[in-house]
Antibody, heavy 117, light 106 residues
Framework: QGQLVQSGDEVKKPGASVKVSCKASGYTFTNYGINWVRQAPGQGLAWMGW????????KYAQNLQGRVTMTTDTSTTTAYMELKTLTSDDTAVYYC??????????WGQGTLVTVSS | DIRMTQSPSSLSASVGDRVTITCRASQTISNFLNWYQQKPGKAPKLLIYRASTLQSGVPSRFSGSGSGTDFALTISSLQPEDFATYYC?????????FGGGTKVEI
């Protein structure tokens, strides 16, 4: 069925970077893409981007272009999302999710990133 | 970008009620429409994909309909565990936008 396990919560200062990991298990990692979604406190879901676990192709949300980088390590079946130049507006829970049949069928448990001075 | 408009933003209902949530896309998306349920402090859960296909393990009281620009999620008989927030999402083209959410309350 598949499982995604994310790294732990983070607290960062404005201007810093954060890198969140998403470890996949229970399925063939390179058969599916990984998407990243974030949710600010009390707000809805916002798609951040997608990476192909097969060839590393990426697509990012336009409002994050230049600040976000998504990568994968097929040897460890882990996806990563790095976000740079953090501001308080980046405080959110960050989720990874597997893309299957054009939907996000498996989700990580979420990683809270708090940006505060 | 495709915009997704969900309505209502919240609703009050009782156990046993039939509930319908609608989602409208700003342009045609064929059947590339998904529905998710999210409970407080938890990750979203896929309920319906490609407008009307029930995800494995999801109770049959959930159903999806629509194509083109207008879609609906129906819960035929609301159960206590269904009180949550529901999101639609288009997967026709990037960015994969979500609707604003519908909070279903008692």
């Amino acid at each position: 069925q598949g499982q995604l396990v994310q790294s732990g919560d983070e607290v960062k200062k404005p201007g810093a970077s954060v890198k969140v990991s998403c470890k996949a298990s229970g399925y063939t990692f390179t058969n599916y893409g990984i998407n990243w979604v974030r949710q600010a406190p009390g707000q809805g879901l916002a798609w951040m981007g997608w990476i192909s676990a097969r060839d590393g192709n990426t697509k990012y949300a336009q409002n994050l272009q230049g600040r976000v980088t998504m990568t994968t390590d097929t040897s460890t079946t882990t996806a990563y999302m790095e976000l740079k130049t953090l501001t308080s507006d980046d405080t959110a829970v960050y989720y990874c999710a597997r893309l299957k049949s054009d939907a996000f069928d498996v989700w990580g448990q979420g990683t809270l990133v708090t940006v505060s001075s | 970008d495709i915009r997704m408009t969900q309505s209502p933003s919240s609703l009050s209902a009782s156990v046993g009620d039939r509930v319908t949530i609608t989602c409208r896309a700003s342009q045609t998306i064929s059947n590339f429409l998904n529905w998710y349920q999210q409970k407080p402090g938890k990750a979203p859960k896929l309920l319906i994909y490609r407008a009307s296909t029930l995800q494995s393990g999801v109770p049959s009281r959930f159903s999806g309909s629509g194509s083109g620009t207008d879609f609906a999620l129906t819960i035929s008989s609301l159960q206590p565990e269904d009180f949550a927030t529901y999101y639609c999402q288009q997967s026709h083209s990037t960015p994969l936008i979500f609707g604003g959410g519908t909070k279903v309350e008692i």
